[in-house]
């Protein structure tokens, strides 16, 4: 498919004429014009949301990864990342091809500012508390032996974390404390009020972003801390990776999306509340709020190696079982019992 890129020619221009008005506060101070940026989001997302759905299906297909505590964080983060490149990618990617928003509606800039900023939220708070989970999972799994504790300790928290981020943020679009203001030329519209009432932005920004980022952070590193200490300090006896390697890597490679791709915006939104002027993160803010884009790309990825290990190992197993059951059988042909021998 063609797209021809030269009605959007006023924003690439990168000289310094003061008549110049740029569409996206990222291209003031960035190299990266509204084309490559493009390029670089429309690209990987097509083989990351073949990746999403192939993922989704090995993990609902098989009944065993299905019924799984593990997976139950990773199916909901897949399901609601693959909602968010089948719909804020492609609102994206036209305002980087048009130079603004189409069609020009309030609805389609809440539609933009809701799954951006509600579902990126949820799938955050999520990776937190799937962080968190699996300090139970490892460490006390009696709190989820029976069906009323799996309800209170892992599907409740769950249902919490879905139900609050969207009806958080449709609660503030529904019912804003000031006027939505629309710019169709600005990314997100400029729309929400949330953007412009200083408390709403704080808790936003505090809650929902930073504390959500810190906290994968926090309980990613203690994970793997608490499990040479209670292996191998406390028992004195030797890691047992065997039993929870596995678990571990997915873990720290999913949360290691997260902290290579968000927390660099966290550390400079957490400097700005601090005091710290803004003029000194003004440069370096575009670039990590575009490279946030790339953890919804890489995320279907990781999760699909992870999977594939399991379903190799697992084949692995079963065929030197066949095998180990073929040479038991053909050596007890050779060796007839007593009965036979008379």
Known sequence: MHMNFSYNNEFLNLSDDDDHDDHDDFDDDSAISPTIRFWMLLIPSIPAIICS???????????????????????????????????????????????????????????????????????????????????????????????????????????????YSPLYYLIVMGFPPCENIYDYTEKSCSSSCLYRNDILLMYDTLINDILATLLVAIFSISLIIRVIWHSHVRFRRPIQWRKHRKIIIILVSISMIYLVFNLPMMILKL?????????????????????????FIIYPFICLGTILTKFWKSRQQQTVGIIAMTNTQRTKSHFPTTQQLH
């Open 271 to 295: 400097t700005q509340l601090c005091g710290v002027s803004q003029d000194i993160g003004e440069h370096f803010e575009p670039y990590f709020d575009f490279i946030n884009y790339f953890i």
């Open 53 to 163: 759905f192939t993922v989704l299906y090995l993990l609902l297909n098989n009944r065993e990864h299905r019924r799984s505590l593990n997976h139950r964080v990773i199916i909901i983060q897949l399901t609601g990342g693959l909602i968010y490149l089948l719909t804020h990618f492609p609102i994206y990617l036209n305002y980087l091809r048009l130079g603004y928003v189409w069609p020009q509606t309030p609805a389609m800039c809440q539609l933009w500012w809701f799954v951006g900023d509600g579902y990126a939220d949820t799938m955050t708070i999520l990776m937190a508390w799937g962080s968190f989970e699996r300090h139970i999972l490892i460490f006390h799994d009696r709190w989820v032996a029976t069906s009323r504790k799996r309800i209170f300790v892992h599907y409740l928290p769950i249902t919490l974390i879905i139900i």
